[in-house]
């Protein structure tokens, strides 16, 4: 029972309480010496209009807060966030030289403008253009990109839908605690593929630097816009986390979210 006390009355004092409340599963709170702690942790309000869930890691710690647990379990189509593993297979077998190697437009029109020209590997991640990601996959082909997925244990790993179609609304499914662990491998560089490899993938990820910070991200959205993931990885002065945002409604609409909660909890500070 003592020990029961001084757990509730350390989550009152870092403000997780509340947070854990909203979650249908409680996240463990991280160091109550952290910007996370200094301001409840409640994220509840960000997904107003939204069925969504959001998981926040930190690495050092292994320490995981997670808002809305039945949805972090369940799996579901990764779309464009599996650009990472993509590039990642693609450095890993050649399919590509480097983050530079140029692919060609096609000339068809697709409906993001940004798509509608030549690409690069990293280019093509950040444009999250999804005509290079295809191109590579097929390079890739079904054998070794069923082993590489059984080598890193990415979700379901089923790539029935086609090669260049499996993980946009089709047969590969993830769920945000699957993703939360992939990258937290990615960041530690613990996973099965060359550092070099990890190190490129990790630097095509950064979105936005500070003084004191350095945001790694990818968005995901399917084709009717009602399911968009924000994935990736903070660098703060001192720590890492992990985090994970997934909802009905597109990717920006994640990244949104995503960046607001960063910014409240300090993490995002110049």
Known sequence: MRKYMYLVMLLLCTGLLGSAAHAQTPGQPVSSKEPLNRKTLDVSDYFSGYNGMF??????????????????????????????????IGLQVKAVRDEYDVKRWDGVVREIDAWNRDHTL????????VWYYQTMARDIGEERM???????SYGNRDISGGIDQFWLGSSLQIS?????????KLYKEELPFDKPVMKTVK??????EG?????????????????????????????AYVFVTNLNGTGADAKKITVEILKKSKMMAE
Request: cysteine-free.
């Open 211 to 239: 003084d004191h910070f350095t945001l790694y991200g990818k968005t995901g959205s399917n084709a009717a816009g009602d399911l968009g993931w924000y994935v990736g990885f903070i660098e703060t002065d001192k720590h």
């Open 176 to 184: 945000p605690l699957e993703q939360a662990d992939f990258l937290e």
């Open 146 to 152: 069923t082993e590489w997925l059984q080598k890193i």
């Open 55 to 88: 998981l926040l890691r930190d690495v050092k710690k292994g320490k995981t807060f997670v808002y809305n647990s039945d949805r972090a379990k369940t799996r579901l189509t990764p779309e464009s966030t599996f650009k990472i593993p993509n590039a990642l």
């Open 122 to 129: 990293g280019s093509a991640m950040r444009e999250s253009a």
């Open 203 to 208: 630097r095509m990820m950064i979105q936005d």
